[in-house]
């Protein structure tokens, strides 16, 4: 039945993945897309993910400039961190900074940081102008097909509207995933992640373990903290305030995983603990460590506190009928954080997507050459999707699992001593933070 009418795409979700897709489509009057986003457009300052950073490789962010409108694309450039001199390494220390496993290949040496609230800023450009339809406070609730309408999505104010096309992008706990999949399930790793933020000042910097650029993991047996930073290209220090961090400022953040049962203060449930008492639990976890490591953690900012109870999603098999509703980024794979690599899943499935619609235009959106690329992308989205929640639970067990006494983490130690042997380094890095040896 051909359809000579834009093709109207409704987005749940304002993260990276929907507000992606929405601005690949934007300046196309062959779709029609609206944004529904439970949240506010203005975000108050405090505890959000919003203000911590993503990584992305190079490739990535050439191929995602190179798509966006222009106005996107000048402000995606302000997104991205300044790399070290000599590119971002990844570190893995024991507790006393010494060396363990040093990544620096290629393809980590080159991958960037950027801002979540500098990269959310620039895949809102024009939702002000009217460019970029964006509706705030718009909470999805359900959907169902309404005959030769389409589809009818009803928000929980009792509101419903009309769409050819549902995309789910509204994250990890996904509505439209739930009755799209409902017998799709997230299991819980029983790690809980405490994340600050630090100032970022050439003093502070020059705190950051091995120079790492993109993070260092220090790993005890069941715990791990990780050091890693967000350094602004064009204001690259901020004031040394230990009150607050204003959210476009360059930052030191630190997490600290623990299993959610073994938090050292016992007397109430991680949610129920204030910033400082929460700051408080992880400087009692380093007493023993490097100074170093505890001075990282007695500058954190307890305003800027963001605790993760860590879920993966078990892997989602391609659901039998095609349908006009589709998912994308963590309502369909959302992972561990220890890999970083939530976000370029999600952007990366909100291209895909994009590129597969745009071929239905010289079909004439008709339905059943939109659900036979639906199928297309949700076949090469799950494969990814999956196998990077795979990945991501590795690096979990990694610090984890792997480490759960102190002979395993002893032995896994080891393995990763003969790994880091085994691979190339390049010579023109620092080595090394004074003080700090390598294991061996
Ligand atoms: C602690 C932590 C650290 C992370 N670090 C990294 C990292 O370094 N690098 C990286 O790549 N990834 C990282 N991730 C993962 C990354 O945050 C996610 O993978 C990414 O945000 C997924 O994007 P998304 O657009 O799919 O979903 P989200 O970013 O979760 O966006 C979903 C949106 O949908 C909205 N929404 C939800 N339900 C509804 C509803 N019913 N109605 C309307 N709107 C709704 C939400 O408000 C939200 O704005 C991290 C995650 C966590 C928890």
């Not at 460019?131 to 909470?139: H, K, N, S």
């Not at 449930?269 to 100074?291: F, G, Q, V």
Request: proline share 6%; hydrophobic share 40%.
């Amino acid at each position: 039945m051909p359809n000579r009418r834009p093709l109207r795409i409704a987005i749940i979700g304002a993260g990276p993945g929907g507000l992606v897709l929405a601005q690949l489509l934007r300046d196309d009057r062959d779709f029609e897309v609206t944004v529904y986003e439970r949240g506010a457009l203005e975000i108050k300052d405090g505890p959000s993910l919003t203000g911590y950073r993503i990584l992305m490789t190079p490739d990535l962010l050439d191929s995602l400039r190179k798509q966006l409108p222009g106005d996107v694309q000048v402000l995606l450039d302000k997104a991205i961190a300044l790399s070290q001199p000599n590119g971002n390494r990844l570190g893995f220390m024991d507790t006393m900074c010494k060396m363990i496993c040093r990544i620096d290949l290629p393809l980590m040496r080159n991958t960037r940081s950027v801002s979540r609230w500098k990269l959310r800023e620039a895949l809102l450009s024009g939702a002000g102008s009217g460019d970029l339809r964006v509706e705030f406070g718009r909470v999805f609730d359900s959907y169902k097909m309404d005959g030769c309408k389409g589809i009818k999505i009803s928000f929980a104010d009792g509101e419903s509207v009309h769409c050819d096309l549902l995309v789910g992008a509204d994250g990890a706990g996904s509505r439209v995933r739930k009755q799209l999949i409902p017998n799709s399930s997230r299991s819980s790793t029983g790690v809980t992640t405490i994340y600050f933020k630090a100032p970022f000042t050439p003093e502070t910097e020059a705190m950051i373990p091995w120079a790492s650029g993109i993070m260092v993991k220090a790993m005890a047996p069941r715990r791990s903290m990780v050091v890693a930073y967000y350094k602004d290209a064009v204001k690259p220090y901020g004031p040394y305030d230990l009150i607050q961090i204003d959210p476009r400022d360059s930052f030191l953040m630190i997490g600290m995983a623990s299993y959610t049962d073994e938090f050292i203060n016992q007397s109430k449930h991680p949610d129920d603990m204030t910033p400082e008492e929460l700051k408080d639990e992880c400087i009692s976890r380093a007493t023993h460590w490097h100074p170093l490591l505890r001075a990282l953690l007695a500058i954190t900012v307890p305003s800027s506190v963001f605790v993760s109870h860590i879920k993966t999603q078990d892997p989602i098999k391609l659901w039998e009928t095609p349908e006009l509703v589709t998912i994308l980024g963590d309502a369909a794979h959302s992972m561990t954080p220890f890999l970083g690599q939530g976000a370029s899943n999600a952007i990366v499935d909100a291209m895909t997507l994009a590129e597969k619609l745009k071929l239905t235009k010289g079909e004439d959106f008709e339905q059943r050459i939109i659900k036979t690329r639906l199928r297309e992308y949700e076949t090469s989205m799950l494969k990814r999707g999956n196998a990077a929640v795979k990945n991501s639970l590795y690096a979990l067990d990694l610090a984890f699992a792997l480490g759960n006494t102190p002979w395993k983490a002893w032995l896994r130690n080891w393995a990763l001593l003969i790994w880091d042997f085994m691979m190339p380094h390049p010579v023109d890095v620092r080595q090394q933070f004074p003080g700090m040896s390598i294991y061996r």
